[in-house]
């Protein structure tokens, strides 16, 4: 069974760094993309950024402050976040479109909490 497992996430300081990281766990042929997507409390699930081929993609919000970056031989991406606001606050979720037996699907993962407050 393929499954995302993320780790990271905790409570910052206004300024502060933290980084995220999500593995893929289970058998797979390929991985066509992954990324975070994040939700604040009261607002929709967005993009934060995400990475297929040799792209990448961030929020406006985020870029300059965020590095997302892949590990292809451990199928692990991370999320460096830098410079965090308050507005940063939110469940952050690891999202991939992977290649398996089945096909292709999408996966998240469970989700983890960054907290940006003094």
């Known amino acids: 069974q393929v499954q995302l497992v993320e780790s990271g996430g905790g409570l910052v300081q206004p300024g502060g760094s933290l980084s995220l990281s999500c593995a893929v766990s289970?058998?797979?042929?390929?991985?066509?993309?992954m990324g975070w997507y994040r939700q604040a409390p009261g607002k929709q699930r967005e993009l934060a950024a995400i990475?297929?081929?040799?792209?990448?993609v961030y929020a406006d919000s985020l870029k300059g402050r965020f590095t997302i970056s892949r590990d292809n031989t451990k199928n692990t991406v991370y999320l460096q976040m830098n410079s965090l606001k308050p507005e940063d606050t939110a469940v952050y979720y690891c999202?991939?479109?992977?290649?398996?037996?089945?096909?292709?699907?999408?996966?998240w993962g469970q989700g983890t909490q960054v907290t940006v407050s003094s």
């Open positions: 289970g058998s797979i042929f390929s991985i066509n993309a």
């Open positions: 999202y991939a479109l992977l290649r398996t037996l089945m096909g292709d699907n999408k996966y």
């Open positions: 990475t297929s081929g040799g792209s990448t």
